[in-house]
């Protein structure tokens, strides 16, 4: 790939709140509502490993340390919209979510844990199809 200059497009994920569109890519530490976003995220991490969460690190880089490989996947891009609506929005509505590449499997166990966790529906639009995740489960039935 590299004498090709092939190069992998970013991954982000948009959501909206009222009238405005914020767009996270992934492993992005620069937005100004960072700290709040990265406490409830690992809240969150917490409350997920004791309900039986184990990271799965296949979907990162093979070439990283465990605890590295732990840490991309916590900064995916879906990750931080989902924090960022759960911080912003109106409570009870549905997360909505778009993201330009498909959902890594990790990330779309960890979306159902949230769905579950907070009581909240979010819906996340991929390169491929719509997830609606809603009390721990997915509308795909976990074939993405």
């Known amino acids: 790939m590299a004498a090709r200059e092939v190069k992998k497009k970013p991954g982000y994920s948009c959501i909206d709140i009222g009238k405005e569109t914020q767009v996270f890519y992934a492993g992005e530490t620069s937005h100004p509502m960072k700290d709040e976003m990265f406490s409830l995220l690992k809240e969150l991490d917490a409350e997920m490993r004791r309900r039986g969460y184990v990271p799965d690190s296949s979907f ?15 900064w995916h891009s879906e990750r931080l919209a989902v924090a960022y609506g759960l911080l912003k929005a109106v409570p009870g509505t549905v997360i ?13 166990t960890v979306l159902k844990f949230i769905s579950s966790i907070v009581k909240r529906d979010i819906v996340v639009r991929d390169a491929t199809r719509y997830h609606h995740f809603s009390s721990g489960q997915c509308s795909c039935n976990d074939f993405w």
């Open 60 to 74: 990162v880089l093979h070439d990283m340390e465990h605890q590295e490989k732990e840490r991309q996947l916590f």
């Open 96 to 108: 909505r979510i778009v993201k330009n590449l498909r959902v890594c499997g990790d990330c779309h």
